[in-house]
């Protein structure tokens, strides 16, 4: 009981603080490995505009299917600095055939690997596919959890609004 | 109040106010309640703080009881992570990942309630491209038994682990170290709850190299365990085992395909039939390592998921996956086997034999497995319409029950003694006895062959097909279905049934003919009155859903037979009547306790979901859900049926 009158008023300076559930607090430095090898962190990857972060596996249906969609943001919106970082939680089962996915795929995101999940539990990216959109000083603009047919709409308008081409904030 | 849980709680209130603090957290609630008093409530609270070079992370729950565990009202997991120039410092709940697992895989998987995390500390140091790490705590990682939602053996683990790594982007070279002191609960030949001692001690190694077009990946572990027997109290009777681990993925890439190929070779210790927490063998739960199977996502093909056993077991993955004409194909094979072939000398008695070379074997013995997984999907209409079509299949030797092959020659046992007639004992009714011997006569037949075997074995193929088409006013509508035959079976063959014991000979079925064989097949599925060859399976599910907003699927999952004990739908409930149109349940002309037989062996479920807003969903399930293997993370568990009841979960993420 005393440990849950500790929780309460936690849950609630959290629940009150915050702007709304979606946006709002900035977004830590971690570090990451690419698929590449190369090692990198997220604040590095803001330095030339916001950055969408979307947490995958290789078995993730709706991470697949909203993954086109990405890709097709990143380069689209690339010269506006806009950038996509797919974090993959694919274990030890798995993580052998991320690569031959995304290059199957002929991807050009970021693809960090996190395969014991270290990053999604910090970011809470365990739901997958969760998207965070991140502005370019670290704020967070957006969180989404899930993937549906038809929001990648939404997902565009979102980044549209984060580069500062539409008004819709 | 704990001490950890002070500290946190301190740093938690020094921090809050601070400028540079920035936190996130998410809350999951899951409610559940059958007609079987299955009913669980789940709660958790997970809070991330950040703060300068400080991380903290603290995960409260409610559940009472919880799907499955324990039930729980406290500070489950915690940790406080400090980071400055080339230092890492962290307290609490460690889970760490080296290699690909072979020595260090850290997992708190609460779908099949694996937890390997360790409550300690963890120590980092990084100079360039060398960094060295150091574990240090303790674990509980908790084994289920026979009841399906509540663990039974603790196994309790004092742990020091230490890693030496080399970095240099596209090549890396790891030293790794673990020994841990385990206490090993199972219950003794008396169904009673027993344990021991056992001190593990583990070194691998492991590098990697990655090019454009080519990348490589080698993994070696050696182990040691040491286990304290103390029966009959007459000082320690330690017994040893030792073994290794070998894992090796090399992948090519060339084009929009890539290639990749895994071998894996576990031999932590050896034995023809599963290990159990009774039988527990050498290898650890922190060795979470690769299993060389796909990955399925489709529900009928988790359920026939290999089980798979870490101590022994070898295989070679093969996956294709690319794509042509707009097509994308993934195509998969997977071998793998024990590392020895096993023959059973008697009843109880079986010698083993090593599989000549690295691959996996092909004999019943070496208890195979095979599968193989194609898979085509593709998007058109302008992307408004995704298909996928599937295909499936494995074969998987689950036990060998006997397995001999080979020459016997019949004997009788002829004694001879000699007496001594010049003393006669008892009266002159005896001579005594002076010398005596006896052997086994075999001269009155040949070697003869025998041959007696029985196995289990399953078979199946599945055919999962995916269709979801998009409007353009948001809406989509999604058909799943999945259509498999599986087939279960014990397979005797050979000339013998039986063994004597006494002769110590397996009996042929016809001693005049030892060369009349037989092969027997038994059908391991049924109905309840009669056993069928194939199981059939279909699971359907419709789902209609406006982006952004909601969702609603109705799933459909029908069988025809069972391997275990047939599962009976105990109520019948108005959704099965609504799917079945049946008019009878809504005049009342049904006992819905005694449901008809058309609404057995069926499972029937609706599920709407509804996004609050875009990082907040409810969803609320009503009907049926069919029980059966999951598995995740190379943990599997046997969910339990779900019938007749409803199903509230709520996410958010802020």
Known sequence: MKKLLIIIPIMMFVLISGESLETGGKIPDLKLKLL?????????????????????????????????HLDKYHNKYEENGFKVLMVNQD???????????????????????????????????????????????????????????GEEAEIESKIQSAIGLSTDK | MSKPLLLFISFFITCLFAEDLSYNAAITSKFGDNYNFYTYTENRFDLNIFYKDFQSWIQYEYSNPPDIGFPINDIRKFRIEYGHDNYTVKLGDIYEFWGRGLVLNQIDDQTTNFDNGIRGMFLGYQNGLFSFNHINGNSNIWNFGNDLRIPEYKNSHNVSANQILFDLNSVSLGLSHLSSKENHEFS???????????FHNMKGIYGSLILDNVDLFVEYVDKVSTEKNNLYSDGPLDSLKSGHGVYLNFN???????????????????????????????????????????????????????????????????????????????????????????????????????????????STSALPYWENYFEISGSQLNDNLYFKLGRGQNRDILEIIRYFKGEQQDRIINSFWEYDTTIVDFYGEMYTIIDSAEYLDTSFTDLYSVETKIWQESKSITYPLELSYLFNNGYSVSINFEYQEKQLKNVSKGN??????????????????????????????????????????????????????WSATLTHDQTNAFSGPTTVDPYYNPLEALIFGDLKYFTGKRN???????????????????????????????????????????????????????????????
Request: net charge neutral; charged share 20%.
């Open chain 2, 252 to 362: 090519m890439y060339g084009g929009n395909w890539g290639l990749s190929t895994e071998y894996k070779r576990y031999a932590f210790d050896k034995g023809h039939s599963s290990f159990t927490p009774d039988d527990y063998g050498n290898r650890i739960a922190f060795q979470a390592m690769p299993t060389l199977v796909r990955e399925q996502n489709a529900t009928l093909l988790g359920r026939v998921a290999h089980q798979f056993n870490f101590n022994d077991e070898r295989g070679v993955q093969v996956s294709l996956t690319g794509s042509i004409l707009n097509l994308d194909v993934i195509s998969q094979y997977a071998h793998l086997s024990r590392n020895e072939e096993w023959q059973s000398l008697t009843l109880m008695d079986w010698v083993d034999t090593a599989i000549d070379g690295y691959l996996p074997g092909s």
């Open chain 1, 36 to 68: 590449d090898g190369k090692k990198t962190s997220i604040h590095a990857l803001l330095e030339d505009g916001p950055l969408l972060i979307d947490f995958w596996a290789t078995w993730c249906k709706p991470c697949k299917k909203v993954m086109k």
């Open chain 1, 91 to 149: 274990t030890p089962r798995s993580v052998g055939k991320v690569k031959s996915y995304i290059r199957s795929q002929k991807y050009s995101f970021y693809v960090g690997l996190d395969p014991n999940q270290k990053i999604a539990k910090k970011l809470n990216g365990l739901i997958m596919p969760t998207l965070i959109l991140i502005d370019t000083d670290g704020t967070i603009l957006w969180r989404h959890q899930g993937y549906m047919p």
């Open chain 2, 496 to 549: 013998s049934r039986s063994y004597n014991e006494l002769d110590s000979l397996w009996v042929l079925i016809d001693p005049e003919n030892p060369d009349s064989n037989f092969n027997q097949y038994d059908n391991l599925f049924s109905d309840g009155s009669k056993n069928y060859d194939i199981q059939f399976n279909r699971m359907f599910s419709l789902t209609i859903g406006k982006a952004s907003k």
């Open chain 2, 188 to 198: 003794n030949l008396n169904y009673l709850r027993d344990s021991t001692f056992v």
């Open chain 2, 592 to 654: 819905k306790v005694d449901p008809p037989d058309f609404i057995q062996k069926r499972w029937v479920s609706l599920e709407l979901a509804y996004n609050l807003t875009s990082s907040q969903r409810i969803s609320i399930l009503y009907g049926s859900l069919q029980g059966g293997l999951f598995c995740s993370n190379g943990v599997c568990r046997t969910i339990a049926p779900f019938n007749d009841g409803i199903k509230l979960s709520y996410s958010a993420i802020f």
